[in-house]
């Protein structure tokens, strides 16, 4: 991996928050400009290497966790588990681990090493408390598992100290750009769909309403994939807008029809203020409809994960070690189209993964 390829991948991710086509043409342009290309190496070798959980746990947190651990052993490094995210780092609550330490928790929902969104290591003070920790133990790499708000606090930390820092996407949001999926995402969504399978059945024997509400924060991403797995007539979710006119005449158009079962699939943030807000709107306008709602909550983000989850997770870590060794450093290990994709970590957060016209449409025309 050389800094031509970080560039690339950074370039990449930024083209495509702005749209297909012309992200097609800017990597075309930028491709024709031959830049030499150089390795980007750390001048210290990484041996001691501290891997922690941060954010919203997500199924597959502990197979990236074996993943890490394992292949850091095998390549002969000193393994440490930092304690409830970067709170342990600033607590000095730090475990030595070694292969054994992690038997038996690939197939385990939840974090072995517990998690935290930390307030102390926002602050300059805080990430200094936490850096001279682990110069404490010699820990002289870092792999943090998490969301956006985890990949600020391992940019800044990187920054500002020399320790290098690898970031492993585990979120059940899929909020973040440069890779095709999250860890703990499938297993979200195949959660929502048993769920919304299962309120099918009674919404169908009542011709009732039914108002699902995902998770997802403000990324619709687990309303889109678990609304169209289920046949949802409505999907709402925070990146696009639905016009209340909009949506109050699709119901009384299949009112008309005599389609009296809907469901509508809407995500937690959403503007209308998720699923209470939006079935005050929808009974104001149609008294008649039997409407029930029903919030999914956090079952979402706990259980077993699917396979698609262990695998990513169990490649993303082999990755992230492979990356501290040969000193591809302070990058998100992704995988687009099956191929492992290194984004800065600061792009992994700001450009967001888009959502397709294609989707709304398939959502429009299959609901018909
Ligand atoms: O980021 C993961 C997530 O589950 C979001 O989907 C949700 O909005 C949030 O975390 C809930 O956070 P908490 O568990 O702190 O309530």
Same mark, same amino acid.
């Given at each position: 991996m050389n800094l031509g390829m970080v560039v690339y991948d950074h370039f990449r991710t930024f083209a495509t928050s702005i749209s297909y086509d012309l992200s097609l043409k800017l990597i075309r342009k930028f491709l024709s400009i031959k830049i030499s290309l150089f390795v980007m190496s750390s001048s210290k070798?990484?041996?001691?290497? /501290?891997?922690?959980?941060?954010? $919203?746990? #997500?199924?597959? @947190?502990?197979?990236?966790?074996? #993943?890490?651990?394992?292949?850091?052993? +095998?390549? $002969? !490094?000193? @393994?440490? /588990?930092? !304690?409830?995210? +970067?709170? =342990? @780092?600033?607590?000095?609550?730090?475990?030595?681990?070694?292969?054994?330490?992690?038997?038996?928790?690939?197939?385990?929902?939840?974090?072995?090493?517990?998690?935290?969104?930390?307030?102390?290591?926002?602050?300059? &003070? $805080?990430?200094?408390?936490?850096?001279?920790?682990?110069?404490?133990?010699g820990i002289n790499g870092l792999v943090v598992i998490g969301g956006d708000g985890s990949f600020n606090g391992a940019q800044k930390f990187s920054n500002e100290f020399d320790i290098p820092c690898i970031g492993l996407p585990g979120t059940i949001d899929k909020d973040i750009a440069g890779t095709d999926f999250t860890i703990g995402f499938d297993t979200a969504v195949n959660t929502a769909v048993q769920a919304i399978d299962k309120i099918r059945d009674t919404m169908d024997a009542h011709d009732r309403l039914f108002i699902v509400e995902v998770m997802g924060r403000d990324a619709g991403y687990i309303a889109l994939h678990s609304g169209i797995a289920t046949g949802a007539e409505n999907i709402l979710i925070p990146e696009r807008k639905t016009t209340l006119d909009q949506l109050i005449s699709n119901l009384l158009e299949k009112e008309k029809r005599?389609?009296?079962?809907?469901?509508?699939?809407?995500? &937690?943030?959403? &503007?209308? =203020?998720?699923?209470? /807000?939006?079935?005050?709107?929808?009974?104001?306008?149609?008294?008649?409809?039997?409407?029930?709602?029903?919030?999914?909550?956090?079952?979402?983000?706990?259980?077993?994960?699917?396979?698609?989850?262990? +695998?990513?997770?169990?490649? !993303? $870590?082999?990755?992230?070690? &492979?990356?501290? @060794?040969? /000193?591809?450093?302070?990058?998100?290990? =992704?995988?687009?189209?099956?191929?492992?994709?290194?984004?800065?970590?600061?792009? #992994?957060?700001?450009?967001k993964q888009q959502i397709s016209d294609e989707w709304m449409k398939i959502i429009k025309v299959l609901s018909t």
């Open positions: 070798k990484v041996t001691k290497i /501290g891997v922690l959980t941060s954010g $919203g746990d #997500a199924p597959g @947190m502990n197979a990236a966790i074996r #993943a890490i651990v394992r292949t850091g052993i +095998y390549y $002969g !490094m000193e @393994m440490y /588990g930092v !304690m409830r995210g +970067y709170s =342990g @780092m600033v607590e000095n609550d730090i475990i030595k681990m070694d292969s054994r330490s992690v038997s038996n928790i690939i197939q385990r929902g939840g974090t072995i090493l517990k998690t935290a969104r930390c307030l102390e290591f926002l602050e300059p &003070e $805080g990430r200094k408390i936490a850096y001279d920790n682990l110069v404490k133990k005599k389609k009296l079962v809907n469901l509508i699939v809407v995500t &937690e943030g959403d &503007e209308y =203020g998720g699923a209470n /807000g939006v079935s005050k709107i929808i009974q104001d306008n149609l008294p008649n409809a039997d409407i029930r709602i029903c919030i999914l909550g956090h079952i979402q983000r706990g259980g077993a994960p699917t396979c698609i989850d262990r +695998y990513i997770a169990s490649r !993303m $870590g082999y990755h992230a070690i &492979e990356c501290l @060794m040969n /000193g591809t450093h302070n990058v998100m290990v =992704g995988i687009v189209n099956n191929k492992m994709q290194y984004t800065p970590l600061d792009s #992994a957060v700001k450009a």
